[in-house]
Each structure stands twice: as C-alpha cells, then as structure tokens.
C-alpha cells in the first residue's frame, strides 16, 4: 500500500517537471525574459548552520529530508502564476536632475546677467560719478570766468570813472584859474589905461558931469562878459564900491556893496535871459529910457546899455577913474 502511495507521488512529481502543453507554450511566451526551473530536492533542503562553520552551511540531515519529502507528498507545491509575476519591460529612466532644463538654463542666465548687472553696477555707478564731478568742474569753471569778468569790468569801470572824475575837477580847477587870470588882467588893463589917459591928458572917452566913460577895450571886455555869461571879469572893470538898482513897474530898488556883490547880483539877473545881447541900441530905442523921469538918470550918454531877446534891459554908468560905480537892471524894457 504504501508503495502505491509513493508510486502516485512520484507520477504526481513528474507531472509537476513535465507541464503540460499550455503551461509549455506560456513558458515559451515568457523565455525572453525569465525562465522558471522547478527546484530540486536538494535545493529544497533547507541548510542548517552549525555553531562551528563560521557561517557556512551544511547539509541537512536524512530525518529532516524525509519530513520534508513528506510534507511535499501531503501538501501540494503553490506554483506562482507566472504571468501575474511577470513585469512589463520598462526603460531605465534616465537622471535628468544634474542636466538643467530650458526655464532652468534660462534662470541660470538671467542670474548670470543679473550678476553680471551687479557687477558693473559700481563701475557705472563710478562712472557717473566721475561724470558729475566733471560737470561740475566745468560750471565751477563757468562760474569764476563770469565772477572774474564782472570783477574786472566792474574795476575797469571804475578806474575810468576815477580817471574822468580827475580829470573833470582838473579842468574846472583850470576854468577857474583862467577865470581869475583874467579878471586881473583886465583889472590891470582899466587901471593902466587910466593911468596913460592921465599922464596923457587926454581920454579917449567922453566926459559928462557924472563920470568918464571907459576905454574902447575895458567897454568891449564888459560888453563881452555879459554876452558870454563870463560875469566874473566884471570885477575888474568895477570900483570898490558898486550901487545897483532894480527897476520894478513904479519904483526902483537899490543896494550899495562890494564889487563882488554887484557881480553876483549881475550874474543872478542875466541867468533867466534870453541870448542874443544887444549892445547896439538904436537912438529911438534909447530916447524913451533916457527920457524917463524915473529911470532916466541911469542912461548918460556915456554909459553902456544892453537888451535881451526876451527885453531884459542892463545899464552900467562909470565914475570919474572909468570904473563902474552902478549897475541898473530892469526885467522889462515895459517897465522903463
């Protein structure tokens, strides 16, 4: 009985090494890729290491092989379903984690540029500075060319004012040098001229009961004094004692003084004229002042008359030495 027994597991072991067709042909769909052997008893058996190998194994023992041969006799051996077992081939993915992808490589860059930009920032930066520096050398340049201009124009101007400022008080300084000069000259001229006139004893002017008439070159000098506005070389021609007498519509004003005060009164009186002087009056202009009751005394025949444009009227009568002793003054011949 037991004999059969083993004969039956033998069969079923054989058939378990022989499969059947369609177990061949899904072996043979799958030998490309992995082919299943049925293990041996041997590689059944399980290795028991000893305390003594070191961790070599070494073969079972025969009880032991027996209970495994039994409980492959009593058990059926699970045989994985091969196809189930069976992965489908898939390609080895390739590590792409070291190669940067396109938006990577862009990034990348655009961090190169950006650091590049980081980079020459300070050069730029220096650069500009640099720039502004140079700008404003310049206008500071600008600015002291104008400051030095305006310095140097100004000073230029002043010099010159200085210089015209001198040169102005110089030739008044000289005008009235000249002035005085002449006013001497003249002075000694009408005392000279008397002088020969009595040692001579002859006059080349006319005498009158009221003084001598001046010599031809003292009248032209006090005719010219008035026409010129030079009043001051009256002084010379005048004695030391001066009357004038301001005629007015119904009475006559007169002052006696010096010399020089009847020569300021002459220049205030001639300021307001209008020029030209005539001192060639017609006898039928001078008939109505001399015929005055008024006024007539200040019109002998030796004295010297003179008319305005604007009919202002002079009269200078002369002493017993030619000098002149009055001066009369009218604003209007009307009031004669």
């Known amino acids: 009985m037991d004999q059969e027994k083993k004969e039956e597991k033998s069969e079923e072991i054989n058939q378990f090494e022989q499969p059947s067709n369609d177990n ?30 070191d961790g070599f194994t070494e073969a079972a023992k025969p009880t032991e092989i027996q209970e ?14 091969l ?21 990577v490589v862009e990034e990348q860059k ?38 030095w201009s305006i310095i140097t124009a100004g000073g230029a101007y002043l010099l010159r004012d200085k210089a015209a400022n001198d ?74 004692s001066v009357s004038v007498a301001t005629a007015t519509s119904n009475s006559t004003s007169i002052s006696t003084g010096t010399a020089t005060a009847a020569v300021t009164s002459v220049t205030n009186f001639i300021a307001n004229a209008t020029l030209p002087w005539d001192f060639a009056l017609t006898p039928s202009v001078l008939a109505p002042y001399q015929s005055s009751t008024s006024h007539g005394k200040y019109f002998p025949t030796i004295a010297i008359v003179g008319k305005s444009a604007n009919s202002k009227v002079i009269s200078f009568s002369f002493d017993s030495a030619g000098k002149i002793n009055t001066v009369f ?8």
């Open 110 to 147: 655009s961090e190169d540029k950006v650091e590049k930009h980081d980079d020459d920032a300070p050069v730029q930066e220096e650069k500009s500075v640099k720039v502004a520096k140079k700008g404003h050398a310049v206008q500071l340049v600008i600015v002291i060319f104008v400051v």
């Open 329 to 336: 003054l009218a604003n209007s011949d009307s009031s004669l």
């Open 68 to 81: 495994l041969a039994e409980k492959a006799e009593t058990e059926p051996i699970e045989v994985p379903e």
């Open 167 to 240: 040169s102005e008080a110089q030739t008044k300084d000289q005008i009235t040098s000249l002035q005085n000069q002449l006013k001497a000259a003249n002075k000694n001229e009408a005392d000279l001229q008397s002088q020969i006139d009595e040692l001579n004893g002859t006059s080349s002017s006319t005498t009158t009961t009221n003084g001598v008439a001046p010599s031809s070159s003292a009248a032209s000098s006090i005719k010219a004094s008035i026409t010129s506005g030079n009043t001051a070389a009256l002084e010379g021609y005048m004695a030391s």
């Open 24 to 53: 061949n042909e899904m072996n043979e769909t799958f030998e490309t890729s992995e082919t299943f052997e049925t293990p041996t008893e041997a590689e059944l058996t399980p290795e028991v290491p000893s305390e003594e190998s």
């Open 83 to 103: 196809i189930e077992d069976v992965k489908p081939y898939e390609a080895p993915k390739q590590d792409t984690s070291s190669e940067p992808t396109t938006g």
